[in-house]
């Protein structure tokens, strides 16, 4: 079993920035895939970035240019730093892991992944 905490979530201005931190613990020499997911009230959950464990990366067309993935293998850990944040990117924030044979490439499709974190709330204000 593999457990994602998330942390780094809070509140700040359009245009501010903010950093998650996702550790993974447990039984997580099968991981490859992580990334970072988000949902707003009312909203499906939508893929916002992915990395795997050899630093390839993928974003979804919105956050190009403004967030970056990037990981830490020796803690297991993956971060999210988000820059230029817009009121309409408030949402819950979360973690999610998977093996490598997991018959997909750099998914951003929530159906597609196997473990998740908790999530941690991002509130983007004016």
């Known amino acids: 079993q593999v457990q994602l905490v998330e942390s780094g979530g809070g509140s700040v201005q359009a245009g501010g920035s903010l950093r998650l931190s996702c550790g993974a613990y447990g039984y997580t020499y099968n991981i490859y895939y992580m990334g970072w997911f988000r949902q707003a009230p009312g909203k499906q959950r939508e893929g916002v970035a992915v990395i795997d464990s050899d630093g390839s990366t993928a974003y979804a067309d919105s956050v190009k240019g403004r967030f970056t993935i990037s990981q830490d293998n020796a803690k297991n850990t993956v971060y999210l730093q988000m820059n230029s944040l817009k009121l309409e990117e408030t949402a819950m924030y979360y973690c999610?892991?998977?093996?490598?044979?997991?018959?997909?490439?750099?998914?951003?499709?929530?159906?597609?992944?196997?473990?998740w974190g908790q999530g941690t709330q991002v509130t983007v204000s004016s």
């Open positions: 999610a892991a998977a093996p490598r044979y997991s018959g997909w490439l750099m998914s951003l499709s929530p159906a597609d992944w196997r473990y």
